[in-house]
């Protein structure tokens, strides 16, 4: 089994910053992509940012400009800058990462979500 681990939301002042962590354990031979969504209370989880192994990203409209998605592929962990944030931006964010395990199947994970509260 894969877990991730997030960590890095709490509460921030509207024009402020924080910046979300992830790591990917356990049976892992490969990571393909790791990205970040987020939900509102009774809506469906979208993408937030994504990043391949190799580097290129996608990024909601609502956040670019604003938002940076890296990874550490040595590390398995991917990160979310979060600057001139917004109270909209006011949800729980949930770290995803789909790849390979160790027996060579395909794993597609979730962390346990960590809220970000934006105040005006």
């Known amino acids: 089994q894969v877990q991730l681990v997030e960590s890095g939301g709490g509460l921030v002042q509207a024009g402020g910053s924080l910046r979300l962590s992830c790591a990917a354990s356990?049976?892992?031979?490969?990571?393909?992509?790791m990205g970040w969504y987020r939900q509102a209370p009774g809506k469906q989880r979208e993408l937030v940012a994504d990043?391949?192994?190799?580097?290129?990203?996608n990024y909601a409209t609502s956040v670019k400009g604003r938002f940076t998605i890296s990874r550490d592929n040595a590390k398995n962990t991917v990160y979310l800058q979060m600057n001139s944030l917004k109270p909209e931006d006011t949800l729980a964010y949930y770290c995803?990462?789909?790849?390979?395990?160790?027996?060579?199947?395909?794993?597609?994970?979730w962390g346990q979500g960590t809220q970000v509260t934006v105040s005006s």
């Open positions: 356990g049976s892992i031979f490969s990571i393909n992509v």
């Open positions: 990043i391949s192994s190799g580097g290129s990203t």
């Open positions: 995803n990462a789909r790849g390979l395990d160790s027996r060579l199947l395909r794993f597609d994970s």
